[in-house]
């Protein structure tokens, strides 16, 4: 593909995917703070895989609303908070209100280094709930990578690739758009939302790609009454920076 193609093609994507979460930003923070599975499993597991991080620097990467952001902080993590929606409004607006030293900077994960020119800046990055935003993740991923301290810590919650078509069917609607892109909404006025999930052999070959070793996978069984509390909604994975990321086009 020409470069100039390609460049529009990029552009677009992400010109669709921030108009996207712009048009949702006031549903999704409604959402979220009724949202149980965070709650209940997500946040607690991320912040056990995270470990003992008081006094880290700590970037929470696509932060949406900020409850996230405030759980490090209250945890003693200095933390940067970065998103491209209008959701990072919300973040400010509780940040103003009461204060905890949070910065947020609005940006695009696969462009932070215009946002965060002095890499490896952090002891530890989360991506909560964020990869599947994406469409390719190799580019969000090696600017995770510039952004971390080497032997720095990468934790990523997601939704299961393998389990998510199950789920899906409890979603007011979910279809197909070809490839990995789905097309979904969670409730009668939620506005249409896309999201893109392979499985988890090519999840995880992106991470060994882009310089990261696995120290621990977790996909535990779906909190509270989902449809079927046996099988596991998300995907967690504490990840450490380490080999240079190849430059290579991934082939699995």
């Keep these: 593909m020409p470069p100039g193609n390609g460049c529009h093609t990029v552009c677009a994507a992400d010109t669709y995917l921030q108009d996207m979460w712009d048009r949702a930003a006031g549903w999704w923070a409604q959402h979220l703070r009724e949202d149980k599975n965070r709650r209940l ?11 003992a991080a008081k006094g880290f620097e700590v970037l929470d990467a696509g932060c949406g609303e900020g409850t996230f952001a405030r759980l490090l902080a209250d945890a003693g993590c200095t933390v940067t908070g970065v998103d491209f929606s209008r959701l990072l409004d919300v973040a400010q607006d509780y940040e103003t209100q009461e204060p905890r030293g ?44 510039a952004q971390l301290k080497p032997g720095g810590s ?6 299961h690739p393998d389990t998510f078509p199950f789920f899906s069917r409890a979603w007011t609607s979910c279809v197909g758009a070809g490839g990995n892109e789905y097309r979904y909404t969670l409730s009668a006025d939620c506005p249409e939302l896309t999201l893109f999930l392979d ?12 310089g990261f070793v696995c120290l621990e996978s977790l996909a535990p069984s779906a909190p509270g009454a989902e449809p079927d509390a046996a099988l596991p909604q998300f995907i967690y994975y504490r990840l450490q920076r380490a080999s240079v990321p190849s430059l290579s086009p991934i082939h699995v």
């Design 41 to 51: 499993q997500v946040f607690p597991l991320v912040l056990r895989l995270l470990g």
């Design 102 to 145: 949070i910065r947020y900077i609005k940006a695009n994960l696969a462009h932070l280094g215009t946002a965060l020119p002095i890499p490896g800046s952090f002891d530890a990055v989360v991506c909560n709930l964020v990869l599947h935003c994406f469409p390719r993740i190799d580019t969000v991923l090696r600017a995770l990578y």
């Design 154 to 159: 990468l934790v990523v919650s997601d939704l």
């Design 199 to 210: 499985g988890t052999a090519e999840l995880e070959a992106s991470f060994a790609h882009n």
